[in-house]
Structure formats: C-alpha cells, structure tokens
C-alpha cells in the first residue's frame, strides 16, 4: 500500500461522521439524503481499504453493492418526493413539500421555539449569511 | 511522497466539500458540495486500486445529483431572510466534532501504522474484469439481492407515476 491503512480509516470516519451529523441534525430532506449517501460512500472507501488490505475483491464488491443500494435508497425517495408533488398539486395543501427545503415558512405548533430551526426561514443567505439578530437560538 | 500529498489534498477537499455540503442552508450549494465530495473520494479510490469503485462512485454521484436537482426544482421556492442554523443544530455538531478530536488524538499516538502486503503476484487485483468474473462466481446471491431491489424499485416507481392519483378516503370508485 503507498499509505497506511490508517489514513483511510480516519478519512473515511470523518466522512462518515459529518454524513451522520447532516442526516440526524438536519431538516431538510435532500440535505438528509446527501448525508446517508455521505455515510453510504465512507463505507464503500472503507471496503476498498480492507479489499486492499487483504488483498481480497470481495471488499471491493461489497462497495460496489452499498454504493448500488444507495442508489435504490435515492431512487425510492425520490419517488415517493414525486408522489407528494402530485399530491400537493391535487389537493393544495402546500404543506408536505416544505420539507424539501429547511429555514422554510414551517411552524411546529407546540414545538420548542429553538428546536423549531428559524420559523419563517428562507434559503437566500443560510448559515453563512445569518446576520440576523433573530436567529432562532 | 507525491501519494502522501495528494491524498492529503483530497481528503481535505472530500471533507470539506461534505461539511459546507451539511452545513449550507441552499440546496443547490449542498449538491455542488456533495459532488465535490464525491469527485475528492476518487483519489484514494484509486491509490486502493478500487478504479472499478471510484468509477460506481462517480456515476453515482452524478445521478444523485440529477436526482436531487430535480427534486429541489420542484419544491417550493423559499422565500424571506435567511437566518443562521440554531443552537440545536450547533451544540450536537460541536459535541460531534470534539468527539472526533478526541478519537483522533485518543488514538493516533496508539494505532498500529501497517501498509498491507504488497501486490506482485496478484496484478489483477482491482481489475474490473477480474472484479465482475469474481463477482459472478462467488458472490452471486448479493449481487441477484442488489439486482431484484433495483428491479423492485424501478417497478414501484413506475408504477407509483402511473397509477394516478389516489382517491380521497370515503370515495368510492364507480
């Protein structure tokens, strides 16, 4: 190996650790499904590093299948994403697609003010632009 | 030494393009993120000799982006000031990240550093042929699993944009 097996692990830990922390902290659906397939990738770099490490293939088709079924994963929401565009247009409510984007006009009735991620949120300036002193915080 | 570098160069790019990827309010900055992430990986994909994973990987990342890109398009379109990520999303991500810290430096002084067998005798490790005629032999009931999912999946959603739309509880069909 031109590199310790170590650097691998680390860089696939890290990867998979900011995937885990995007899909659980997050709202947003696409950011959530970005971050499993995040996740899904770590894993697959994991395999390759194994396959690598014991020079056997079948570390390299086990990443190849995760990666696969990442897609179906993706694929299957993608479907069901559809089905509620079809549905909000049938019936127009205009809830359930606020969930493809967070910082969106989404009240949680009830909900706890800080846990609520910004009612009345747009995705113009996001994190990075949050020079709003009424930050949801 | 040049592996060392561009290792480093790329796992740095791959980790931070996923972080602005999780963190970016914008959908559209979190998929160009997501798919900087992905084009990083391929570096120590390829220094594994996993060409065949980094090229799945590749294309994955492409339709996953296509995917999603379609997905934010036909959402609605936020409107009004953005505001900052709150406190919830902030305090578990600190924690996350100083956890992290703390494997790292737990356990870089303690790691066994081993570099794995070399490869003189088993050249068509990481061949793609080689990789599909192994995984035809040995490995066919993942492989027939993954392929019936893909062929369930594509059969549901086919069928879940042709059926139409679903009647509203209390109606009956005439």
Redesign the interface.
Same mark, same amino acid.
């Given at each position: 190996m031109a590199l310790p097996i170590t650097h691998y692990l680390y860089l696939a830990l890290a990867l998979f650790c900011v995937g885990l922390g995007g899909a659980l902290l997050r709202r947003s659906l696409v950011v959530v499904l970005l971050g499993i397939q995040l996740m899904l990738g770590a894993i697959a770099l994991l395999f390759a590093a194994y396959a690598r490490f014991y020079v056997d293939p079948a570390g390299q088709i086990a990443a190849l299948l995760v990666v696969l079924v990442g897609l179906i994963e993706l694929a299957v929401a993608v479907a069901i994403v559809v089905r509620a565009v079809h549905a909000e247009q049938r019936e127009g409510e205009g809830t359930g697609l606020s969930l493809i984007h967070d910082w969106h006009h989404h009240h949680v009735p009830g909900g706890v003010a800080w846990l609520s991620e910004g009612e009345g949120e747009g995705e113009g300036e996001g994190d990075d632009g949050g020079d709003d002193p009424g930050a949801a915080t | 030494m040049g592996?060392?570098i561009s290792?480093y160069i790329s796992?740095g790019v791959?980790?931070l393009a996923?972080?602005i990827?999780?963190? +970016?309010? =914008?959908?559209d900055?979190?998929?160009a993120g997501?798919a900087v992430?992905?084009a990083a %990986?391929v570096v120590?994909?390829i220094?594994?000799?996993?060409a /065949?994973?980094a090229g799945?990987?590749l294309l994955?990342a492409a $339709? !996953?982006v296509i995917?999603?890109g #379609?997905? /934010?398009r036909?959402?609605?379109r936020? +409107?009004?000031?953005? =505001? =900052?990520?709150? !406190? #919830?999303?902030w305090l578990?991500?600190g924690l996350?990240l100083l956890g992290?810290v703390w494997?790292?430096l737990a356990t870089g002084s303690r790691?066994v $550093?081993? &570099?794995?067998?070399a490869?003189p005798n =088993?050249a068509e &490790?990481?061949d793609g042929t080689? %990789?599909l005629l192994?995984?035809g032999a040995?490995?066919g009931v993942?492989?027939l699993l993954?392929a019936l999912? #893909?062929l369930a999946?594509?059969i549901?959603?086919v069928l879940?944009?042709v059926a139409g739309? #679903?009647r509203?509880a209390g109606v009956k069909a005439s």
């Open positions: - | 592996g060392l290792f796992a791959a980790v996923a972080l990827a999780m963190l +970016t309010s =914008r959908s900055r979190a998929l997501f992430s992905f %990986l120590p994909l220094q594994l000799r996993a /065949t994973v799945v990987v994955a $339709v !996953i995917l999603l #379609a997905v /934010t036909v959402g609605p936020a +409107t009004g000031p953005g =505001r =900052r990520l709150p !406190i #919830a999303f578990p991500a996350a992290f494997v790292v790691q $550093v081993d &570099f794995g067998p490869l =088993r &490790f990481g080689a %990789l192994e995984l040995n490995h993942p492989a993954v999912l #893909a999946c594509v549901a959603a879940g944009l739309p #679903a509203p």
